[in-house]
């Protein structure tokens, strides 16, 4: 200390005493620059949210009319001597559409509306309804003579113009409604003969013509996904969680695991379409599986999971301290025992919130899909049998979205919106499951 | 017998193996557990895993190479004049196990005895009508050469499914009985048990490098049959992409420089738009938010990650497309025209650009927040401002980190598919001009493979050339950028 | 050892009745003390006895922590740092500040040094920077050893060179204070000698404030001690009394290391 106190003594620093209380100049510029800069941070995180308010807007107000539908309810009365006129007729479906049209026309009388009325404005707004009235009585014959009550879907204009998406103003007529059938359904939604329910038949039918958007149903679909979903679930588990097993516990510094180890990180960031073509060429060409087949879906959606699954199911185990290994082994436990004994269990629930979301992330993939032909008219009804649901051709939810924003007639786009909407419900349940089983069983070591 | 009953067998055999062996170990020493080396339990599952291991692996290995080797005879049966014009040996095959199913089904249905099934004598036109009476789908008429060979494939199949069953069995029934009797007082079952499941672990993990040789493999292959058919240098040098739709033509021009350029041209668009919101984002939850906010705004990014590419491309293809058109089409809002329809490079870049912000803003959060807090002291101990200090230090010291997650970024961009097939539109074009429609690779691998062109022609094998092209490239992009951010990474470790 | 009379210098922080909490921990409790100018004061104590928090509330550095809340006055030349008015930059500016452990940014020596002078625009063209980077790497007595790789990352350099290089980054924005956290206590003996020697010079310029471990090392540089205790001042004076005759029963056991 002495020493030091023989050096020469610094040269004081020149100091402008200037009071901290007075903001230099350049100190306002300096926080107006920090405040423009946090500005950029706060817009930048508003411009994120706003998208996502965009986006779930868009959503909601284009799928919310899918799962409505407007039907007719009328309550017909055949008489035995109808039915057996009717039958005798050349046109015999003709003589069906007549009696309903007679039905209705006293159901309006009833209520004092008036609607001009014939056979093709009742085809417009209801569609062909002759024949599933004549396939009922004959099937029911019994019912012949007593009042039997309908429901009968109206076309996907009809629709449109009681969901607002079609209007007066831009309808234009066309063969397949004039504005004048307007009036009639006018009339006969006063009469509260025609009117909006719960479109049941979209979450359970199947796909429909391309001429018929109104029937369409997501039901087949979904029983699809599923499927695809139980072969990823039976094989990524199980798959992913032995080789994260061998990775994280066994396997020894060689050639051998970095081999692996680069060939997981670079699978999680291959493009979804290539594991596409690796299933067309290798399960449909090679081994012959059947196009279009949950089984081949889900064998390539395990491919293309097993690298997140891995990925998440390493992070359990590391998160595992080596005292819970150390002590296993300590009593005599062999290797495997302790693995399998302690580390795997208490694991269990991440790898269990990884595989959920792994899943969920399988359950939206799209573009592998188009590629072994799980897309178009494949989504035509549901499987007959356990076995045939993995076989059988079929669509999943993802695909048959694009199948219906693909088709020319924008009446589908509708349910797309809607098909988007069941399927982000099911994404949205099963990250919540994952979230759940994450705050239940969060462990901190 | 289906293959569903023969799993149940083995599996029947190798639980009462498990349960034989377990009591014979006990046995061997009168009941006395203890004078075993392995617990009585390791020996039954040595016994198990001895008899259901081969027996099912045997299955497997039999199923995935039986159809190949029946289609490759009967494949050679079928002479080339049985090949309908318009189509190939490949539909020819199709039709050949559609009909043996028929006669499979119609044999089900009492239509037609076995026999009759097997006559080579019956004419055709007459089994036809059988098969059609049935509910088979068969075609109108189905010619003799096929009948011939929809025959010989369900006899070689049957023949194939027994001794299928027979040999699987015998594996289990061999592999119990082998391990029965090595269920002996000094014999180190739990070493051997061990030493299985580790080999199950090991292939389990092995799965990883059998996919990517499967990608490349069946890129490999296709693209060299492809370039047989097609030149190479026009494919990477011809400046137009116009398949033929007939899938026979010779006419089709299939130059891939259009595709990439509309590829990069869209990613180029999305990364303007994610990389700014997603950086800043990034920067301001992890050195601006306070803990609220943050536990607000980090979620609501993920949901956009969540959120399936089918929804993107709707939303690209019913939203954004005509709000573009609203703003930059014809009698829109600026009162110019440049935008024609709804799809569009614009359309499919703006729409992508949303999907990577929380990709951007995740990725660079972990980088910034990588950075040691006693940097970021350190400025602030010498009076730097916030921003200062991230300009400065923070962002210097993550830029390798953040460049890698940008070329992540650029690789998702690449090879995303439903947003580009919705939104981007199918014309190949090279232009400038971001409101006209373009396409992509991704876009064409797609629309070549769900046509109806025949596999053998060019026109679908060039979708395994466009694959090849894009597993390069973003190949080549992953491991530049995984290689930069794990060098990030070990710095600060 | 020639004493230099710290009473006469005039008080440069003064504080009064300063309470911290960490969240519902209150850390710092009713502290009140006056720092000279021109001279070197240590404070000591016990680990998590509050020392460095105290330390951090004298340029606010505790501003970056989400949970701390400061009560109380704390005056610099008479002007309360924690006033509205007052903007922390400006503050720190004037009051530096040096870790516990050696942070210099992944830059060069040059860029590190020059850094603070950019951002406070101390210098109007690139010879004055130059100027005061080497003005200032004299001043943290490393300018010798660095002069000819003024171009080298500093983190390339040895601890204790980091160390000094950061007291001269410090110096570099002309601060009338310098605040030390326990700035050797991750550097080897003879690097540690090095820094105290530096600290020695700084004390004709600057009002130093040391966080120290090491009583040795309190007794060695400092003329005035504080000794917290479980976020109390225990006791505050001239280092030679406070160690010679503690005047409160902790201090001596600390002294003696029976507490610590």
């Known amino acids: ?123 417009r707004i209801l569609g062909k309804t002759g024949g599933s009235l004549r396939e009922f009585f004959r099937a029911n014959e019994d019912r012949i003579g007593r009042p039997v009550e309908f429901t009968l879907p109206a076309s996907s204009r009809v629709d449109g113009y009681m969901n607002g998406r079609v209007s007066r103003d831009s309808l234009t007529d066309s063969r397949f409604l004039k504005a004048a059938d307007l009036d009639l359904v006018d009339a006969l939604a006063g009469a509260g003969i025609i009117h909006s329910e719960f479109n ?94 949950p089984l081949v879906g889900g064998l390539v959606l395990t491919l293309m999971t097993l690298p997140t699954i891995i990925i998440s199911t390493r992070a359990s185990l590391k998160a595992v301290p080596p005292s819970i290994r150390d002590a296993a082994l300590a009593l005599g436990a062999s290797k495997t025992q302790a693995v399998f004994h302690h580390v795997l269990p208490l694991a269990m629930p991440g790898i269990l919130t990884g595989t959920i979301i792994g899943l969920a992330q ?78 239940v069983f969060e462990r901190r070591w | 017998m289906p293959t569903i009953w023969l799993i149940l067998i083995v599996l029947a055999v190798a639980a009462a193996g498990y349960a034989a062996g377990r009591g014979r170990a006990l046995r061997g020493v009168g009941g006395e557990g203890r004078s075993l080396h392995s617990t009585p339990a390791y020996h039954g599952a040595n016994v198990a895993m001895k008899s259901a291991g081969p027996a099912l692996l045997l299955l497997a290995v039999w199923l995935a190479a039986q159809p190949v080797y029946v289609n490759g005879i009967v494949s050679a049966m079928i002479p080339d004049s049985a090949v309908r014009d318009g189509t190939s040996l490949e539909l020819t095959l199709a039709e050949v ?90 014999f180190r079952a739990r070493n051997v048990v061990e030493r299985g499941i580790e080999a199950a672990l090991i292939a389990a993990a092995s799965i990883a490098i059998l996919t990517t040789l499967g990608i490349v493999l069946s890129l490999l292959f296709n693209t060299v049959e492809f370039f047989g058919l097609y030149p190479a240098h026009e494919f990477f040098f011809g400046t137009s992409w116009a398949p033929s739709f007939s899938g026979r033509g010779g006419s089709s021009e299939l130059g891939v420089p259009p595709l990439l350029w509309g590829t990069l041209y869209i990613s180029l668009v999305a990364l303007l738009v994610a990389v700014p919101i997603g950086l800043f984002s990034a920067i301001y939850l992890s050195e601006y938010a306070g803990s609220g906010v943050r536990s607000v705004a980090k979620p609501m990014l993920e949901v956009l990650a969540g959120i399936p590419t089918i929804v993107y491309g709707l939303f690209a293809l019913l939203t ?12 829109g809002l600026l009162g110019v025209s440049w935008q024609g329809g709804g799809r569009s490079v614009m359309t499919a870049g703006l729409v992508m650009g949303v999907m990577l912000i929380p990709f951007v803003s995740s990725l660079s959060d972990d980088i910034i927040r990588a950075v040691p807090r006693a940097m970021r002291d350190g400025s602030y101990g010498l009076g730097a401002t916030r921003s200062e200090t991230i300009k400065r230090v923070v962002l210097p010291a993550a830029l390798p980190g953040i460049v890698g997650a940008v070329l ?37 691998i797609v629309s070549q493979l769900t046509g109806d062109s025949d596999f053998a022609s060019p026109e ?28 990030y990474r070990e710095q600060y470790e | 050892m020639p004493e230099p009379d710290v009473e006469a210098g005039e008080v440069k922080i003064s504080a009064r009745d300063v309470q911290v909490f960490y969240g519902d921990n209150h850390a710092i409790k009713d502290v009140t003390v006056d720092i000279p100018d021109k001279a070197v004061t240590a404070f000591i104590g016990p680990s998590g006895c509050g020392k460095s928090t105290f330390l951090r509330c004298l340029n606010r550095m505790n501003d970056t922590i989400d949970s701390a809340r400061v009560e109380g006055d ?85 601890g204790g060179q980091q160390q000094r290089l950061c007291i001269a980054r410090a110096i570099a924005t002309e601060p009338e204070v310098l605040l030390m956290d326990e700035p050797c206590s991750a550097l080897d003996p003879i690097a540690t000698a090095q820094v105290e020697d530096l600290i020695e010079r700084l004390r004709g310029n600057y009002s130093v404030v040391i966080v120290t471990h090491s009583m040795q090392q309190a007794a060695r540089v400092s003329q005035r001690t504080a000794f917290f205790h479980l976020g109390d001042l225990v006791e505050y004076g001239a280092t030679d009394d406070i160690f010679v005759n503690p005047g409160d029963e902790r201090t001596e056991k600390y002294i003696s290391g029976r507490i610590g």
Request: contains cysteine.
């Open chain 1, 362 to 439: 399988a359950l939206g993939e799209t573009a592998p899909l188009l590629l072994i032909g799980m897309v178009g008219f494949v989504a035509r009804g549901y499987p007959d049998g356990f076995v045939a649901g993995f076989t059988d051709p079929n669509s999943a939810m993802p695909a048959q979205i694009y199948t219906w924003a693909s088709r020319a007639d924008p009446g589908f786009y509708e349910k797309a919106w809607g098909g988007i909407i069941v399927l982000l419900i099911f994404l949205l349940s099963m990250n919540i499951v994952a979230i759940v089983l994450r705050r």
């Open chain 2, 460 to 487: 679908a094998l060039v979708a395994f050339a466009l694959g090849m092209t894009l597993f390069v490239i973003t190949l080549a992009l992953n491991v530049f950028a995984l290689y930069i951010v794990r060098n």
């Open chain 2, 320 to 331: 954004v497309g005509p709000l573009l058109v609203d703003v930059f089409g014809e009698g």
């Open chain 3, 74 to 158: 704390i005056l610099i030349d008479g002007e309360n740092i924690y006033d509205r008015g007052i903007d922390p930059v400006q503050l720190r500016a004037k009051v530096g500040m040096v870790f516990q452990k050696p942070n210099p940014f992944p830059k060069s020596v040059y860029e590190n040094v020059a850094y603070g002078p950019r951002i406070h625009g101390l210098a109007a063209n690139k010879a004055e920077l130059d100027e005061i980077v080497e003005k200032s790497l004299r001043g943290g007595a490393i300018w010798d050893e660095v002069k000819d790789r003024l171009d080298a990352p500093g983190t390339g350099l040895s």
């Open chain 2, 97 to 186: 196990r559609r009909t043996a199913r028929g006669l499979d089904l119609a044999v089900e249905k009492g239509l037609m005895d076995e026999e009759f099934a097997r006559d080579a004598g019956v004419d055709p036109a007459d089994m036809t009508a059988r098969l059609r009476d049935s509910g088979a789908v068969v075609t109108s008429a189905v010619t003799a050469p096929v009948l011939e060979a929809a025959r010989k494939f369900r006899a070689l199949d049957a023949a194939g499914g027994r001794f299928m069953a027979a040999a699987v069995v015998a594996a289990a029934v061999l592999g119990a009985l082998w391990g029965i009797g090595q269920a002996r007082k000094g």
């Open chain 1, 1 to 123: 200390m002495s020493a030091a106190s023989v050096d020469a003594p610094l040269d004081p620093p020149p100091r402008p005493k200037s009071s901290l209380l007075a903001p230099s100049d350049r100190t306002r510029r300096r926080r107006a620059a920090e405040r423009r800069f946090r500005a950029c941070g706060v817009a930048a995180i508003s411009v994120g949210v706003l998208f996502l308010a965009v986006l779930a807007a868009a959503i909601i107000r284009s799928g919310a009319p899918a799962f409505t539908r407007t039907v007719v309810d009328v309550t017909i009365t055949l008489s035995r001597e109808q039915f057996e006129r009717a039958e005798g007729q050349l046109l015999k479906t003709a003589a069906y559409e007549a009696v309903l049209i007679g039905a209705l026309q006293e159901m309006l009388e009833e209520r004092e509306e008036r609607a001009p009325f014939d056979a093709a404005s009742l085809r």
């Open chain 1, 200 to 293: 049941w038949p979209f979450i359970t039918g199947a796909d429909s013509g391309v001429d018929n958007p109104g029937g369409a149903g997501i039901g087949a679909a979904v029983v699809g996904s599923f499927f695809m979903m139980l072969v990823v679930l039976a094989l990524s588990l199980p798959i992913g969680v032995a080789a994260s097993i061998y990775l994280e516990e066994f396997a020894p510094r060689n050639w051998f695991t970095d081999l692996i180890e680069v060939n997981i990180s670079n699978l999680a960031a291959v493009p979804s379409i290539v594991f596409g073509i690796l299933g067309l060429a290798v399960f449909i060409q090679f081994f012959h599986l059947p196009q279009s087949a």
């Open chain 2, 408 to 444: 992540l970024a650029a690789s998702r961009a690449i090879g995303e598919t439903m947003i580009v097939v919705l939104g981007a539109g199918a014309a190949a074009r090279l232009s400038l001009n971001p409101f006209e429609a373009m396409t992509t690779v991704t876009a064409k």
